[in-house]
């Protein structure tokens, strides 16, 4: 299916706080370096409108807790949690991201709402195994990686929402026949064209049917540098 841009839209409330999010955003890229887009038009087309098209999915998914692997300057994560509401944990390894991160969600007053968590996917799993409901990953490594390294993290009947360009066939072919090695399994696939009508998402959507057949995590970085056969 293919559609031209996302068919959720924010209330006004929502609108101010995904501004007010990109705005926070941009004039802490000055220091921290979160995101190479640093002009507004082009944040509001490839970090805001880019990170509402996997709402739909994230809504559609069980409730419970919600992580966003990768999440840099908050996307789609904080946008995520201000459509949805949800329960958010923000992933990321690097700790002055996260450090300013902690300091946006104060400003936009989502402190109660959404969380941060400084280190890698591998580490949280050992953590938080089966914690989560729903986790997004946009931009983040190929499809086989991805479900890798949320397969232990999600519960029963937890989705795995994928934000990804224009993916070849063959990354889509291996992580599907990953799929009954780590207890995933495609559910859907959704095209999109942002309102440039230019760029292009694909928003896989995987879900945990059941428990892996391998021990995970693996090592921090085995699943991008070595990704299962």
């Known amino acids: 299916m293919s559609d031209n841009v996302t068919n959720v839209e924010p209330t006004e409330a929502q609108r101010e706080l995904l501004d007010r999010h990109l705005s926070l955003i941009i004039e802490a890229n000055k220091i921290s370096n979160l995101t190479r887009i640093t002009g507004w038009e082009q944040g509001q087309l490839l970090h805001v409108e880019d990170s509402l098209v996997g709402v739909p999915e994230v809504l559609d998914a069980p409730e419970g807790r919600y992580a966003d692997l990768g999440t840099g300057g908050g996307f789609p994560g904080i946008p995520v949690a201000i459509m949805s509401g949800r329960d958010t944990l923000l992933v990321d390894s690097v700790g002055k991201k996260t450090r300013a991160l902690d300091s946006v969600i104060d400003e936009l007053g989502m402190s109660e709402v959404i969380k941060t968590y400084t280190g890698r996917a591998e580490d949280l799993a050992l953590e938080l195994p089966g914690e989560f409901a729903v986790i997004t990953a946009r931009a983040l490594s190929s499809l086989p ?80 540098r070595h990704p299962l056969a």
């Open 145 to 224: 990686s991805l479900i890798e390294l949320g397969s232990p993290l999600l519960k029963r009947g937890g989705r795995m929402v994928c934000y990804k360009a224009r993916p070849d066939d063959d990354e889509v072919e291996r992580a599907v026949s990953l799929e009954k090695k780590l207890g995933m399994s495609l559910v859907s696939r959704r095209d999109v064209v942002l309102s440039d009508e230019e760029t292009h998402r694909c928003i896989f959507v995987f879900e945990k049917v059941k428990k892996q057949k391998i021990r995970l995590p693996r090592r921090v970085g085995m699943a991008q």
